[in-house]
């Protein structure tokens, strides 16, 4: 009761904040433009010199534009936060927000792009023709299956960063979330059994990302339950997972799949996850349950059932994953260093040192809060043409 | 000597602005982000509020989104300044300028789009799809006769004012430059004899604003002469301005053109206007040369050859006719009013008002600078659903 009184407060408070403002970003002039002989150094006359060094040069774009540092946010508005697909213009406040944090963190340029269009072919030819203005394209709350298409065509066809945050930002922050977790618990990653439920962008994502980092047991569960080689009809991205994850071909539901589970990976629906399940995992399990704005399971009835790690989506409850931990380093990495492709290699490390900074973790504190300072730093310096450990 | 001198320090100065800031435009948030309570009402879970919100009513996005005062500056960098055809990349430092006036002069949140197609199919399908998320559509610098087609598409395919500023920007301040010149001179519009050379974008819309302003004698000429109706393969657009112009049907070069004329308007090529064509022209003739950089005669020298009034693009000389005069304006009041489309109507009230400012206009003052307070408010004031003069 207490926690919907405080939701409608900040449901409040976000619509006059919105509406006093006008949205939330602004764009400004950085350079003098007092007089007329401001006029001619920043645009006509003098600006004509520094197109032609451009038009003879291409790479000189990120010396003298604003290309340098900034990142489009691109949705089609078919996968917004918990609310489904309301469209282009309804979740122009989801990604101005975004905008707003790539700024706030790791002060980038960001401006939100959303189309009216949910063909895959018209989102890869439109964000092809507006690419040369941006140093990276942030791909967001687009809905999967479509949204793995849309990334690898785009990843092959420019040369600049393309990153679906949903996939590989939550990716990264589960990693790191679960390497500290595993610290807590002294436990090795090989004998872990890990369930993931969720096959869309972001379990298809954090499946991929641990199993290439040795977590050899994963079952991935969508609402038909285990995800196996021969279950009929598998899209092509849940083929791909069949290949990389339950190796003993498990063919029942999410409760039989947590049977002596170690660790739970939600990133489905609220209140999928009941008490009695876990109870059914091994002993006290880790519980991610990052269905937002409500979780798979309240973290206290997790907590409650065994649990002995919970983390959420929430920001009030302890253990935040939450991608903002990930995706303004990982741009501010790409845009320094000038990588033209974000790679697993990197995500993997990114995941690392973002664990790293916090070296004592504990049962309540798995990750740093966004404010921290140091994260944006950690991870973008996994972003390198060649890293080491 | 001493111009070539300053172009060069000019030049100098503008490359070492844009490499020391990396382009002259940044995106920055508006709303406080200190803490958790900020991100949830700014982001993530307050704004889902914000997106229901806009998802049930789409006019509420100029409510709470940046739409309310945001302008796209697109081009396809195939006609940019004096440069010509230089392709999307090398445009943008033009595009940033822009946006950065916008900011200056009339407080909009201009942001550059450089799209990598010059199809115009292409680029009307794009710039549908990107629409969402602006206010208005400046298009800029692109060829003719491509631009007209691709504005007439935008116009009646989309729901937000669209303008091709080269065009209708230049048309209006020529008006108003023409208004006070004619002032000055006291003569009325109805003798005037009127020259256009170059029937691209700007000439073209030059053309047709005089022509529905009563001006009944106007010649346009292009590289081949004088433009009338027997002319064989003129182009769609040549065509229209060949019913609205050259009523006798005169056939012959620009030389001839001039002679008697009251009014030479150059948006063409340098030094293609001679003394001894001015010397044609009636008494004391007005010129109007507005090849950037370099006008078609030099303002010394066509007065020398009898010119009364000269006005070039040059902030450098005297009267300088400059669309920065119109367009901050001319989408301050489109933002303002929310009209989904700028008339003709619209933008002759603009020239009339922009005019205005220049009370007692002298020979060498017949514009107002854009510097000058109330330039903005007299344009924007000419954008309304209902005006009267």
Redesign the interface.
């Known amino acids: 009761m207490a926690v919907q009184k405080n939701?409608a407060d900040?449901?409040r408070?976000?619509?006059l904040?919105?509406?006093k403002?006008?949205?939330?970003?602004?764009?400004?002039?950085?350079?003098p433009?007092r007089?007329?002989h401001d006029?001619?150094?920043?645009?006509?006359?003098?600006?004509?010199?520094?197109?032609?060094?451009?038009?003879s040069d291409?790479s000189l774009?990120?010396?003298?534009?604003?290309?340098?540092?900034?990142v489009a946010v691109i949705t089609d508005g078919s996968a917004?936060?918990?609310?489904g697909n309301?469209?282009?213009?309804?979740?122009?406040?989801?990604m101005?927000?975004?905008?707003?944090?790539f700024?706030?963190f790791a002060d980038i340029?960001?401006?939100?792009?959303?189309?009216?269009?949910q063909d895959s072919e018209?989102i890869v030819?439109?964000i092809?023709?507006?690419?040369?203005?941006f140093g990276g394209i942030n791909l967001e709350d687009i809905a999967a299956p479509r949204c793995f298409e849309i990334e690898r065509r785009l990843r092959e066809e420019l040369d600049i960063p393309v990153l679906h945050d949903d996939q590989h930002g939550t990716a990264v922050v589960v990693l790191a979330a679960l390497i500290n977790s595993l610290k807590v618990k002294k436990l090795s990653k090989k004998r872990m059994k890990i369930v993931i439920n969720g096959a869309g962008a972001a379990g298809t994502a954090v499946a991929t990302l641990l199993a290439s980092e040795g977590y050899n047991t994963i079952i991935v569960c969508d609402s038909r339950g285990a995800i196996y080689k021969e279950r009929k009809k598998l899209e092509p991205h849940k083929q791909l997972l069949a290949k990389i994850s339950n190796p003993r071909s498990y063919t029942g539901d999410l409760s039989g799949a947590l049977r002596d589970a170690d660790v739970f990976i939600g990133v489905s629906v609220k209140n999928i996850l009941s008490p009695s399940m876990i109870k059914g995992m091994s002993d006290k399990p880790i519980i991610f349950a990052l269905a937002?704005?409500e979780p798979e399971i309240h973290p206290l009835l997790a907590k409650k059932a065994g649990a002995s790690i919970v983390a959420t989506g929430?920001?009030?409850f302890p253990n935040q994953i939450n991608n903002?931990l990930a995706f303004p380093g990982i741009f501010r990495g790409a845009l320094d260093t000038g990588v033209h492709a974000i790679t697993a290699t990197m995500l993997q490390k990114a995941a690392y040192r973002l664990a790293a900074i916090i070296p004592d973790p504990r049962p309540t504190k798995i990750l740093p809060?966004?404010?921290e300072k140091g994260v944006v730093r950690a991870v973008s310096s996994a972003i390198q043409k060649k890293i080491s450990l």
Chains 1, 2 share one sequence.
């Open positions: 939701m900040i449901n408070q976000s619509l904040l919105h509406k403002h006008g949205g939330k970003l602004s764009v400004v002039c950085k350079v433009l007089n007329k006029l001619a150094v920043a645009y006509t006359p003098g600006v004509a010199r520094v197109c032609e060094e451009i038009a291409k774009a990120k010396t003298y534009t604003l290309k340098r540092n900034t917004v936060l918990g609310l309301i469209g282009a213009l309804a979740a122009l406040p989801v101005e927000g975004k905008c707003a944090l700024k706030r340029d960001a401006f939100p792009i959303c189309l009216d269009t018209e030819d439109t092809k023709r507006i690419a040369p203005v937002n704005p929430r920001s009030d903002v809060s966004p404010f």
